[in-house]
């Protein structure tokens, strides 16, 4: 009776904490939208900020749509390029070396535990003293040192359920370890790796404090890596805060383009996973 009861209990519990959870998403995602909806409008989409940014009551967000995919895409590509072969290279040539990977996994999980303040600031810190401005290339800078960890250690969590006999059998049939590498043990735990890469670029685009020192902001759309770029996020933080209403209502409608965004990305992270699962042995 007492085990039934303690078994009720803990149901009840965790019943309770999904529901806080799922009002608290509905609460927050509701009110974007019930604001944001009314101020998105195609000129919103199309057209930059008339007249400044914090004051100018015209014009839309393209500026920081364009900056944010610009920041997103070159963070995760550098991102993607640095962090698969590390997790590769912890995986594979060093397989029997547990110590060493389990170093290596527990300084990871430290620096991704490090707020995205701190490598803004860190960013702020290498632009003072090689004397560089806020710019698209120090955003992307900063931001891929930002998603660095999340992309190794998804990347590794990935790549440790591939079977060990997997990468014996390539071993014994003559591969070297790269080509074991990426023709079978990453072509094994493909789905999972573009899962991790779209998780990376989720957390770029949606990041505000790690480009609010190095990236700058702009009413104009960046054509070159040196010019300062604009970001959704910090078209939120800084609109926001106007007293010109139509302004802030392009911070709402800010908000929403970046919800959908985000929301895209974790529907199409579930789509290529189960696409590509095909391609598991």
Same mark, same amino acid.
């Given at each position: ?132 401005? =806020? /710019? @698209?290339?120090?955003?992307?800078? #900063?931001?891929? $040192?930002? %998603? ?8 590794? +969590? ?6 060990l006999g997997l990468l014996e059998a390539a071993l014994s049939l003559g591969s070297t370890k790269t080509e074991t590498s990426f023709r079978v043990i990453l072509k094994q735990s493909f789905s999972g790796v573009v899962t991790a890469i779209l998780l990376s670029f989720g957390r770029a685009i949606g990041d505000a404090a790690s480009v609010l020192f190095t990236a700058g902001y702009t009413d104009n759309?960046? =054509? /070159? @890596?040196?010019?300062?770029?604009? #970001?959704?996020? $910090?078209? %939120? ?8 209403? +139509? ?35």
């Open positions: 009776m007492l085990k039934k009861f303690e078994e009720m209990f803990f149901k009840f519990i965790m019943m309770l904490c999904n529901f806080i959870i799922l009002f608290v998403l509905v609460l927050i995602i509701y009110s974007i939208f019930h604001k944001g909806m009314k101020a998105l409008t195609w000129e919103m989409l199309t057209q930059r900020p008339h007249g400044g940014y914090y004051y100018g009551k015209e014009g839309g967000v393209l500026n920081a749509i364009v900056g944010s995919l610009y920041l997103s895409f070159g963070a995760t590509l550098l991102a993607t390029v640095i962090g698969v072969p590390v997790a590769l290279y912890m995986n594979v040539y060093l397989i029997k070396r547990k110590k060493i990977v389990n170093i290596i996994r527990f300084l990871l999980d430290l620096i991704w535990g490090v707020p995205s303040i701190v490598y803004g600031a860190f960013g702020f810190s290498l632009m003072v003293f090689f004397g560089l401005k =806020t /710019s @698209l290339l120090a955003g992307i800078i #900063t931001v891929t $040192l930002f %998603i660095l960890p999340i992309m190794i250690r998804s990347c590794d +969590e990935i790549l440790k359920t591939s079977p759309i960046p =054509t /070159s @890596l040196s010019e300062p770029a604009a #970001t959704l996020p $910090l078209s %939120i933080f800084f609109q926001l805060g106007s007293p010109v209403p +139509e302004v802030q209502n392009r911070a709402y409608a800010s908000a929403v383009i970046l919800t959908v965004i985000i929301l895209i990305i974790s529907l199409l992270s579930r789509a290529l996973s189960k696409r590509f699962h095909k391609n598991k042995i």
